[in-house]
């Protein structure tokens, strides 16, 4: 498993380079820096030279993030909740929309999985009338 180094504390926050926290992560920094730019995250602390660091907290909403995306949360859909979640500044205040956005994509994929049984099906059926006119054909010779 990989580990974040230190960079720093700060009255008992502890900071870690954007680099370590994307490798840590398994994305670019350039994602981190485009979450941050379109609202996922909150801005974060720069050191003298610009360069970003991130506390525990902010590597645990990263994480977040990677999960929904997993999931198949739409970045707008995950905007929505970062927006709930800077109202209120309470992680439970998201929950409800949470819940309904995963029903929401249960109902997706419940739907796909109907279509592409359905689908399978036709195809065994297809293969099946091929079969038996092949077999016909060869009985007829």
Request: glycine share 6%; with cysteine.
């Amino acid at each position: 498993m990989l580990t974040l180094r230190l960079i720093m504390e700060i009255d008992g926050a502890k900071y870690y380079q954007i680099g370590e926290v994307a490798s840590y992560l398994g994305i670019t920094t350039r994602t981190i820096r485009y979450y941050e730019e379109i609202g996922l995250t909150e801005s974060t602390k720069r050191l003298d030279g610009g360069a970003r660091v991130y506390t525990k907290d902010a590597i645990i909403r990263f994480k977040f993030i990677l999960k929904l995306k997993e999931l198949g949360i739409s970045l707008k859909e995950m905007k929505g909740l970062a927006e709930i979640y800077n109202r209120h500044k309470n992680t439970n205040m998201i929950f409800p929309k949470l819940l309904e956005l995963l029903d929401y994509h249960i109902n997706k994929i419940d739907l796909k999985i109907s279509k592409l049984a359905s689908l399978r099906e036709d195809i065994v059926s297809y293969r099946k009338q091929i079969i038996s006119y092949a077999e016909s054909e060869c009985e007829e010779k």
